[in-house]
């Protein structure tokens, strides 16, 4: 809000009757209330500036009306610096705009609102045999064709203007321009740009134009608003949940790494998955994210393996790996040191509480060591091997210590009576499980 005295009837209830020649202030003062943007704001605090000092200059023997003036230069300087920080707030955002992640992973959130019932503006770029979409809640300026001719690599695109709204169970785009052709190649070009396989329909002014084909189910949507299972032990809280994202996440992102470097299998939609599950993430929807990671590591799990036969290693991140298993031992020690003082803190009263925590300590510390066999060295040595044979000695050591860690977490009775336990939240088993089936996969 801004302060009174940059209000056009703060002035006029001052000047009421004085005879001042404040035409042009009080119409400056009446341009900044109008303002909404901060560059218009700050236009008509340069015109309120430039009007007082007039004013004042013609006026100098008025020591009334210079007070009034003081009051209003301050008021003006604290809203110029309030106006200033918000026009820097949306040059960012619009730098932001031409961003090309605005044509991928930020495009796919945008159309889960359009399926619940918003509409969206787009615009299309199109070099004739390939289309590119870009999706706006606000009106799209035309000279963002420039960020669609990037992405399509050409040298000039047919840019097509018009809205995006859900109906009839399909994503219908209302364009400007005739529409005859366009459906497949929309249909073609959303799935590149996010992975999604998206019933298409486009209405112009030559008709509507349908891509022949019935909508089907996507990852990334299920991901987002189908109720399936997550892997391992449904978080209670937002923190359990948080918990088992990352852990979930830095098991995951070996394999999606070595997919991607790889260059096998739907490298944009694995991309797409990934950063759309780190996105809901940031922003607390963790239920969103886990089942996005559901989506990805079933995606991962249908990519080709080696060819029978092949002597050659799959591409695998070590170092990722190796950090995705101290980053699952780190949260298992985390937890385990929460729950050690949790039990200690119940019973810190009682007769044999020296006899318990000794027991507590010694029983809490023996977990991890069923996991002590040096896996991390393992991984290291596999990353620094010069030559293929030694790599393949320590990927298959790897390899067997992975499976055996896997079936000791899987069957341990302690660890399952650990994550039921009733003084808090922990996730040891469903953590150990979940980081080692993964890297189980990558590394096998």
Known sequence: ??????????????????????????????????AKAPEQQLKALDEIEQQ??????????????????????KALDKQRKV??????????????????????????????????????????GSTGQEVAVLMSPKAISKNKRQLLQDYLQASSVKPFEGSCVFEDNAYTFALQEPAAGLAKKLKAALLKQTGLKLKVRVSGPDGVDDDGEPAEATEATEAQEAPGEAQGAQPKTPEDAKTQFDGRMAALEPRVLAALQAQVGPSSKIRALAEFAREKAQGGNFKAALQALDALDTLLLALPAAAPGSTDLP?????KSRLAWDAAKKKVQTE???????????????????????????KLGGVLQSFAEDLSDTLDQALNAAQADERRRHHQAAAAAIRTFLDR????????????????????????VGTLGTLSKLIA
Do not use: C
């Open 1 to 34: 809000m801004m302060d009174k005295q940059l209000s056009e009837s703060d002035w006029k209830k001052f000047a009421k009757g004085r005879g001042l020649k404040d035409t042009a202030l009080v119409k400056a003062l009446a341009a900044l209330e109008q």
């Open 52 to 73: 007082s000092a007039a004013l004042r200059k013609s006026n100098k023997g008025d020591k009334e009306l210079a007070g009034q003036l003081d009051g209003l230069d």
């Open 83 to 124: 106006s200033e920080v918000e026009a820097r707030k949306a040059a960012a955002q619009d730098d932001g705009d031409d961003a090309p992640d605005l044509l991928t992973t930020k495009l796919i959130p945008l159309l889960q609102k359009v399926k619940k019932g918003e509409q969206m503006h787009v615009l299309l």
């Open 315 to 319: 591409p695998v991140d070590y170092a």
């Open 336 to 362: 385990l040191t929460t729950l050690e003082q949790a039990i200690l803190d119940q019973y810190r009263d009682s007769p044999v509480f020296e006899e318990l925590s000794v027991k507590v300590r010694e």
């Open 409 to 432: 977490a899987a069957n341990d009775s302690f660890l399952a009576q650990l994550d039921a336990n009733p003084f808090v939240s922990v996730q040891a088993r469903a953590t150990l």
